[in-house]
């Protein structure tokens, strides 16, 4: 990573603290509050990077020192990362973490620490934190992270810069995807299910992205031409695909998807497709169908997904809602 790349993101944070670096003002605490997946840690480390690297004469981190490769190896001994040890942080946590860092005081001058989920810090916790954001040692920056800025102690607020990391908007994420190697039409789809850049990274792993929406894809045509095949499709390749309840969800949300697209072929609207590789497919089906048939259709698919919550079996509701697509 790199400031540069981080800026196409987070714009204004990356320019406040880009700044900052510049003109060796960092403050002492920095709060970084936004939800899951906007790039808190990332920036943070890299805030690390710049604040250690010796041999950077920009904002922008060497990335070859012995300082910045040992953050980016995770083994820097002046940097440390504390995360909540089951439910919480825990007071001996922040405790150690001083004494780590009064211990080292001798041989190096900078500290660095980043805590995750700083709201999840217990009571005693955040006043031995406070103590120590009050009187270091060292010169030492202080980066909490959190997602619930209004769960964080208000004394440790005050004394700190909160940073605000916005999500990205669908164009954004639909970029960076694309920088990744995904294909355009997977893009889409994956910004239409998720609005979280490491969820959608997730998604992709091992293709299995790709795979899914190819058995959506093959079903949702035997539905309509060959019906015949469908169970077989669904024992075959669904069935295998979609493990737990959770990707079983997804899988229906994908067929809903379809159908959303189906209508919108059928009212002209093409512009918020996002099967966009199945024009031709979508033009066939549209015309052999009819608005009334494909609202039916997405109805039946809202109750298979209400239904997938209590506890029936996943197969059998999957069957039952193949025969109602196929009767529209
Ligand atoms: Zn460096």
């Known amino acids: ?41 990332e920036v943070a480390i890299q ?27 995770g083994n820097h001994p002046d940097l440390h990362v504390i995360s909540p040890d089951g439910q919480s942080i825990k007071k001996q946590q922040v405790e150690l973490l001083r004494t780590e860092f009064s211990y080292r005081g001798m041989e190096s001058k900078q500290k660095f620490y980043i805590i995750n989920h700083a709201d ?23 980066v909490l992270l959190t997602e619930h800025l209004y769960q964080m102690l208000n004394t440790i607020l005050s004394r700190s810069q909160i940073l605000t990391f916005t999500p990205l908007s669908r164009k954004e994420m639909e970029q960076m ?34 795979q899914v929406r190819n058995v959506v ?13 469908m169970f077989f499709t669904l024992q075959d390749k669904w069935l295998s695909h ?26 002209g609207e093409k512009d918020g497709l996002i099967f966009v590789d199945q024009l031709e497919r979508l033009d066939h089906q549209a015309l052999y169908s009819s608005q009334e048939k494909i609202t039916k259709q997405m109805s039946a698919i809202f109750d ?25």
């Open 1 to 41: 990573m790199t400031w540069e790349q981080l800026n196409q993101t987070q714009h204004k944070v990356v320019q406040i603290l880009t700044n900052s670096i510049k003109k060796n003002r960092l403050t002492h605490a920095y709060v970084f509050e936004g939800s899951r997946g906007t790039g808190k840690m």
């Open 177 to 210: 995807l694309k920088e990744d190697g995904i294909s355009y039409p997977i893009a889409k789809l994956l910004t239409e299910i998720t609005s979280n850049l490491e969820d959608a990274r997730q998604l992709c792993q091992e293709d299995w992205i790709v």
């Open 242 to 267: 979609f493990k737990g309840k959770e990707e079983f969800g997804l899988g229906i949300d994908l067929m809903l998807l379809w159908y959303r697209d189906l209508l919108y072929t059928q009212l």
């Open 304 to 328: 298979a997904k209400r239904h997938l919550s209590s506890n029936v079996n996943p197969q059998l509701l999957m069957e039952r809602l193949m025969l109602r697509l196929q009767e529209g």
């Open 217 to 229: 894809l093959q079903l949702t045509e035997e539905i309509y031409s060959r019906p015949q095949q």
């Open 120 to 142: 999840k810090m217990t009571p005693s916790a955040a006043n031995s934190l406070l103590k120590f954001l009050e009187e270091p040692e060292a010169p030492t920056i202080a």
């Open 47 to 73: 805030l690390g990077k710049s604040y250690f690297c010796k041999e950077r004469s920009t904002a922008e981190p060497c990335n070859e020192c012995p300082d910045c490769k040992r953050i980016s190896s």
